[in-house]
């Protein structure tokens, strides 16, 4: 059993509003949050959708993975050295611990874990 577990699905958009509606009234799910004109969460039942402007957004224009880890730097790493790449190194915001990568396809991924207090 693995200590990853993908918890966010992050999609950009270049109109939060709109992607708010689509998602809230087209598909009825509920708003988790939102942050002002830049950032709002969806909840998908086990998965949260994350609808994010190029102001929050990790990789803008793709389609990126969320995925909580209890050990961001080891995880970067391990993603490293299997041929992937570092987007962002590992680095703490106001809330978690987080690095961006690419897999080694090229695809995006953000390691987090909640800061400890």
Same mark, same amino acid.
């Given at each position: 059993?693995?200590?990853?577990?993908?918890?966010?699905?992050?999609?950009? /958009?270049?109109?939060?509003?709109?992607?708010?509606?689509?998602? /809230?009234?087209?598909?009825?799910?509920?708003?988790?949050?939102?942050?002002?004109?830049h950032?709002?969460?969806?909840?998908?039942?086990?998965v949260?959708?994350?609808?994010?402007?190029?102001v929050?957004?990790?990789?803008?224009?793709?389609?990126?993975?969320?995925?909580?880890?209890?050990?961001?730097?080891?995880?970067?790493?391990?993603?490293?050295?299997? !041929?992937? !790449?570092?987007?962002? !190194?590992p680095?703490?915001?106001?809330?978690?611990?987080?690095?961006?990568?690419?897999?080694n396809?090229?695809?995006?991924?953000?390691?987090y874990?909640?800061?400890k207090r």
């Amino acid at each position: 059993m693995s200590d990853h577990e993908v918890k966010m699905i992050i999609l950009s /958009t270049d109109n939060l509003d709109e992607s708010i509606a689509f998602y /809230t009234e087209t598909l009825g799910l509920p708003l988790k949050f939102r942050d002002g004109a830049h950032f709002a969460a969806v909840d998908g039942g086990a998965v949260t959708i994350a609808l994010a402007t190029a102001v929050d957004h990790p990789i803008h224009g793709q389609v990126v993975v969320g995925i909580k880890t209890p050990d961001v730097d080891a995880a970067a790493k391990a993603v490293e050295e299997a !041929g992937g !790449g570092i987007v962002t !190194g590992p680095y703490d915001d106001a809330h978690e611990r987080r690095a961006v990568v690419y897999d080694n396809k090229g695809n995006g991924l953000v390691f987090y874990s909640p800061l400890k207090r």
